[in-house]
């Protein structure tokens, strides 16, 4: 294992944040993900004249929730917001959205939604059945990033992003994963890494997802690589279920829900257990960082990797 120091992680460059900036100062830059790629139409908002046009935010396979466009607060600070319907003549309603809360709105037209970041306005499109978090970017300022589910009742780790195979291989080769292992996937979108722990390491797995359509697709992708006798899919909140069976647990989520799985990897794994993380490191487990590797698929594609034991 290469255990080099880790640079310094630059949250605004990882996926995982899938943030697509349309002001009027910044151009988009290319976007590279592995798997599905979405494109983003800059439409013309008709937003107050003191605003800026920050454009669409969209998302990969937006799970549809029946409260509609969700928006929920992981910030620190409660958000006082303006919502309306795209288009429509109607005044904008006024909301406040405490801290830990979700609003959902069932609606069929996109909305269009405009908080305050500083002495700025920021407005975005809001697109019918998606889901969206308040949460604060590289440089500490507040910003609406997607989500991956709408439920008021289990928080919202992250997005869904596909890990690339290469990235998958690596992550199961750091952990030194074999036959006699089990490996458990936090967040475990498509399958990937379970599915490849079997199939190429001989371990079972088990992977923890709140999205059904994840479930539905992980087990069929289990199945059609035959190895469904090896593997589990579970559609549950990360941070209920019981890991304590793991020898092995790969996470991909943002830096807070690494801060929040922090204290529950501590009481629920065993000391031996190994732990590895994609693109960002456990906060204040220094002491246990065993290996961290860096893998580079070209175009400024560079995947950062974080393995420790409990």
């Not at 405490?98 to 269009?112: K, M």
């Not at 257990?273 to 590797?293: C, F, M, N, Q, V």
């Amino acid at each position: 294992m290469n255990s080099t120091v880790p640079p310094e992680i630059d949250a605004a460059s990882d996926p995982c944040y899938k943030l697509i900036d349309m002001s009027l100062m910044k151009r988009l830059a290319p976007w590279k993900i592995l798997g599905v790629l979405t494109g983003a139409l800059v439409f013309i908002l008709s937003a107050p004249p003191d605003s800026v046009f920050a454009g669409v935010i969209s998302q990969l396979t937006p799970y549809q929730s029946p409260l509609g466009t969700t928006i929920r607060n992981r910030s620190h600070v409660i958000i006082h917001y303006r919502i309306s319907t795209h288009r429509s003549h109607a005044p904008p309603q006024e909301k406040v959205l405490h801290i830990g809360e979700v609003d959902g709105y069932s609606n069929s037209r996109p909305l269009d939604i405009t908080f305050q970041r500083g002495k700025t306005l920021i407005t975005y499109r809001l697109e019918p059945g998606r889901h969206y978090s308040f949460r604060y970017n590289a440089v500490g300022e507040l910003e609406l990033f997607e989500g991956s589910h709408g439920r008021p009742d289990a928080v919202d780790l992250a997005p869904y992003v596909t890990t690339p195979g290469e990235v998958v291989i690596r992550m199961l080769e750091m952990a030194g994963v074999n036959e006699t292992d089990t490996v458990y996937d936090l967040g475990c979108g498509d399958g990937r890494i379970i599915i490849e722990a079997a199939r190429s390491f001989g371990a079972r797995g088990v992977g923890i997802d709140i999205v059904p359509e994840r479930i539905s697709e992980s087990r069929a992708a289990a199945q059609a690589a035959g190895v469904s006798d090896r593997v589990e899919f579970i559609q549950a909140d990360a941070t209920q279920v019981d890991i304590s069976s793991a020898t092995v647990v790969t996470v991909y989520l943002v830096p807070e829900s690494m801060e929040l799985l922090r204290p529950i990897l501590e009481s629920r794994l065993n000391p031996d257990t190994r732990i590895i993380s994609h693109g960002y490191p456990i906060p204040d487990w220094e002491s246990k960082l065993t290996g961290y590797a860096e893998v580079d698929l070209g175009s400024q594609d560079v995947h950062l990797i974080y393995a420790y034991q409990r």
